[in-house]
């Protein structure tokens, strides 16, 4: 399925039905009086999250839904009926935004979370609403109230617990195929991911931990660079980063380097980021063993480091058992705040 991150949609709640006029008008009955009954609400816009739901893909092709409107009033006091709730699933994850002024309407982050983005108008009010002393048949009722109408921004950020950043082929891609049943495109060309991919990673027997891989990032890509700008909203879900960096040719790639641009891309598009935990993997180590001084940089900066490899395995385990416990951690503090 194409990843889609993005839509524009219209939406139109339901009118509300018409109140009707009628009067009662039966043999040996006089003065039955007025009985025009209510019409029905029109049909609520709602916007609910869907597990199963990966993509905003579904509305680039249905730009414009519309609720169904209420039935209007009928005799013998008979409201009409109201109508339908049109609902519209999102993936968990999706900011909604007024197209107009760019207002956060919905930040639905939650699994199983519902919200009713545009009201349905109210019906109208039939006849028998408006007896009075001084007018016993009222010819008069009210016309539904119509729904509202809304041009609405969908964007999706990606629910993940680790979110891998890195370098283009600096080996995110390989790593992501390694540790989960995830089928990210894989060469050796810069740029090979276009689109974020999603993997859930076993660690243990009952354990889980749910990794992004994010398209390379490069320098300026915080102004739209390469790919990182339209991407690295969805960093910002995230509750841990993993940095992968390439040490297979330190001599025309400088790892450390590569580290500190990466952080100045996160400062620059979201200062908020560098305070999430992260951890720096030195992957390719299969073709680039000495990585002893990388390690003492970042063991002196007291940031949690590891020398992997995507294609043997290497230093893999230790990573993800320690990914699971700072993703646990990260919800335990999130749980007592």
Request: charged share 25%.
């Amino acid at each position: 399925m194409k990843f889609i991150d993005e839509a524009k949609i219209q939406v139109q709640a339901g009118r509300g039905g018409d109140g009707c006029i009628s009067f009662r008008r039966e043999k040996f009955v006089p003065y039955g009086g007025p009985d025009g009954g209510d019409g029905g609400h029109g049909g609520d816009v709602i916007i609910k999250t869907d597990p199963s739901c990966s993509t905003l893909l579904h509305l680039r092709y249905h730009s414009h839904l519309i609720a169904e409107d209420g039935v209007a009033g009928g005799t013998n006091k008979m409201s009409g009926r109201n109508a339908k709730s049109l609902e519209i699933r999102v993936p968990v994850g999706t900011l909604i935004k007024s197209e107009d002024n760019g207002v956060v309407l919905a930040d639905l982050d939650q699994v199983r979370t519902e919200v009713v983005i545009a009201p349905g108008g109210k019906g109208g009010l039939g006849n028998c609403h408006f007896v009075r002393p001084n007018n016993q048949a009222p010819r008069r009722a009210t016309k539904g109230k119509p729904g509202t109408s809304l041009w609405l921004q969908f964007e999706l950020k990606l629910m993940a617990d680790v979110g891998i950043v890195g370098f283009p082929n600096a080996g995110k891609s390989t790593l992501l195929s390694r540790i989960s049943n995830a089928k990210p495109k894989i060469a050796d060309y810069p740029f090979t991911t276009l689109t974020p991919q999603l993997g859930v990673v076993k660690v243990g027997d009952m354990k889980t931990v749910v990794v992004a891989d994010i398209p390379g990032l490069i320098e300026g890509a915080h102004m739209g660079a390469g790919l990182g700008h339209r991407f690295l909203k969805h960093i910002e879900r995230t509750r841990v980063l993993l940095h992968v960096l390439d040490v297979s040719e330190p001599s025309q790639k400088d790892p450390l380097e590569h580290y500190n641009i990466l952080r100045s891309e996160l400062q620059s598009y979201n200062p908020d980021l560098l305070l999430k935990p992260h951890v720096v993997a030195l992957n390719k180590t299969d073709i680039n063993k000495n990585v002893r001084d990388y390690k003492t940089y970042f063991k002196k900066k007291n940031i949690p480091v590891f020398a992997i490899s995507s294609v043997t395995g290497e230093g893999i385990n230790s990573l993800l058992t320690y990914l699971h416990g700072l993703v646990s951690s990260s919800y335990e503090s999130r749980k007592s705040a």
